[in-house]
C-alpha cells in the first residue's frame, strides 16, 4: 500500500500550480485572530470584504496571501505579488493566482520559505479552517 501523496508532496511541481486553498469558514472582525501567522501576523482588511496578509516579502519579489470568496464565489486564499516602496507602502498588487502557483514561485526563490507557508496552511487545515483543491483551480482557469 502506497502512502497518499497530498496536495502539498507536490510542492515545486507544475501540477501544484492550479491548487487552492479553500476555507472552510469566511474570516471576520471577530474571528480574524484564528488566520494569523506565526501568531503575530494577523490577517489585514484589504476591502469591505477582503483581507490580505504578507506571505513572502523580499527586496525583488513580494507575495501577499488574499482570503476572498473569489473562487466561484466560495472562500479561499489565493496569491497576489505586490510593489512595496520605503518598506511598507504596497503601491500595487496583481491580479490573484492559486494558492499552489503563488507558492511555487515562493519555493523557487526560498524552498524553506514555501514549506513555512504550507505548515502555516496545514495548521489552518488541522484547525478546520480550510483544506488543499487541486480540482477547483483548474474549473476557474478554463472558464
Not at 56 to 85: E, G
Request: with cysteine.
Amino acid at each position: 500500500m502506497h502512502p497518499q501523496i497530498t496536495p502539498e508532496m507536490k510542492l515545486g511541481m507544475r501540477e501544484f500550480d492550479n491548487t487552492m486553498f479553500m476555507l472552510n469558514i469566511a474570516p471576520t472582525q471577530n474571528n480574524i485572530t484564528e488566520f494569523s501567522l506565526e501568531g503575530n501576523m494577523v490577517p489585514e482588511r484589504l476591502d469591505k470584504l477582503a483581507w490580505a496578509l504578507p506571505a513572502y516579502l523580499a527586496t525583488d519579489f513580494n507575495l501577499f496571501f488574499i482570503f476572498a470568496p473569489n473562487v466561484n464565489d466560495q472562500w479561499a486564499i489565493s496569491c497576489s505579488q505586490a510593489q512595496i516602496i520605503n518598506g511598507n507602502q504596497i503601491t500595487a498588487m496583481s491580479e490573484t493566482v492559486p494558492t499552489g502557483m503563488g507558492l511555487n514561485a515562493v519555493n523557487e526563490l526560498s524552498p524553506s520559505a514555501a514549506i513555512e507557508l504550507i505548515a502555516y496552511l496545514k495548521t489552518l487545515e488541522v484547525n478546520g479552517l480550510g483544506y488543499f483543491d487541486e480540482q477547483i483551480g483548474k474549473t476557474v482557469h478554463s472558464s
